[in-house]
């Protein structure tokens, strides 16, 4: 069993993808855009935020250059996950990741040189700006 973690660059808006077995990697694409757009959902996204993010929806692109801010980013949303189920106990399968992810966007994040932003909002912001644009 694995767990991914996703976190978007500019907002910091975190996915989290628990109890993948090796067939879902055949799936990964779709099981991204699951949780992206349940996650969202669980945000607080309206129908505007929902159609923007499914016109920009392509086949997920993992970027490959090494940004040291986005992994501080990655090892706490990690560390708040582990956190919580030592708080917790359940069985990493039956949590749900949509909700996990929600949870996560909706702490503040650090970004070095921008400051102090709460990934949920930014995401929801993100989107209503390329809804704006079309």
């Given amino acids: ?39 969202l959902l669980k945000c607080g996204a309206d129908e505007r935020h929902m159609t923007a993010a499914q016109q920009c929806l392509r086949p997920l692109l993992v970027d490959t250059q090494c940004n040291r801010s986005v992994q501080g980013t990655l090892n706490r949303v990690k560390f708040e996950v582990e956190c919580m189920l030592e708080d917790e106990p359940v069985d990493l399968a039956e949590v749900a990741g949509y909700s996990v992810g929600a949870w996560l966007s909706d702490t503040p994040r650090n970004i070095k040189g921008k400051g102090m932003l709460w990934p949920d909002r930014a995401m929801l912001e993100l989107l209503e700006s390329l809804d704006a644009g079309s």
């Fill in 1 to 39: 069993m694995t767990v991914f973690f996703f976190v978007h660059d500019e907002t910091r808006f975190s996915l989290f993808l628990p109890a993948l077995t090796k067939p879902d990697f055949a799936e990964l694409n779709d099981l991204f855009i699951d949780a992206f757009m349940n996650t």
